[in-house]
């Protein structure tokens, strides 16, 4: 069973670039044809997508936040990484990173979930 | 405002059949698989219904979803105290060069 940990710091200063990375166990990302995804929620608000990265390394980001955005993959590592750079309050949220349910699902929806991680911006 | 269209809340006593709607266009629900999750509070969601109707390994077959035109239903019978919880409905949608959308979700309360 696939599991996936969310990392990195839990206080962000605004103006500066958010910086988490999602470590995947259980399962090889080399073994192809999955999409690794970042979902982020604010608090007490609802899901938002952010974009996910395939295997391959071809990206889809979300419309709203895609000039700010960079999501990598490192499958010698088994991570995957997400920056979303000058940072505002609004970007205060619980991140999750995510894996498609199986590897012949292309509609790229998320399948199994990372627990989350808090991200703070503040000065 | 979200791309898909859900009612904030719902309810029901246990035992009963409650359903959760979601409405999107012909660039999401209309022409893309929908899928459902589970989010109980403080914890992350959890996938109940993938390609509009499969249940993953695991998911009780209370749980069905279906998809008419662009709209879905999410339907939960013998409601149990445990099924509270939000529940999200999230589709990819073609226009924008692609992306994911999400329903605002729906808190459902066991009475």
């Known amino acids: 069973q696939v599991q996936l940990q969310e990392s990195g710091p839990g206080l962000v200063k605004p103006s500066q670039t958010l910086s988490l990375t999602c470590t995947v166990s259980?399962?090889?990302?080399?073994?192809?044809?999955?999409?690794w995804s970042w979902i982020r929620q604010r608090p007490g608000k609802g899901l938002e997508w952010i974009g996910f990265i395939y295997y391959s390394g071809s990206t889809y980001y979300n419309p709203s936040l895609k000039s700010r955005l960079t999501i990598s993959i490192d499958t010698s590592k088994n991570q995957f990484s997400l920056k979303v750079r000058s940072v505002t309050a609004a970007d205060t949220a619980v991140y999750y990173c995510a894996r498609s349910p199986d590897s012949y699902d292309t509609s790229g929806l998320m399948g199994y979930w990372g627990q989350g991680t808090l991200v703070t911006v503040s000065s | 405002q979200s791309v898909l269209t859900q009612p904030p809340s719902a309810s029901g006593t246990p035992g009963q059949r409650v359903t959760i709607s979601c409405s999107g266009s012909?660039?999401?629900?209309?022409?893309?698989?929908v899928y459902w999750y589970q989010q109980v509070p403080g914890t992350a969601p959890k996938l109940l219904i993938q390609r509009n109707n499969q249940r993953p390994s695991g998911v009780p077959d209370r749980f069905s979803g279906s998809k008419s035109g662009t709209s879905a239903s999410l339907a939960i019978s013998g409601l149990r105290s445990e099924d509270e919880a939000d529940y999200y409905c999230a589709a990819w949608d073609d226009s924008l060069s692609g992306h994911v959308v999400f329903g605002g979700g729906t808190k459902l309360t066991v009475l």
């Open positions: 259980g399962g090889s990302m080399d073994s192809g044809g999955y999409y």
């Open positions: 012909s660039s999401n629900i209309g022409n893309n698989y």
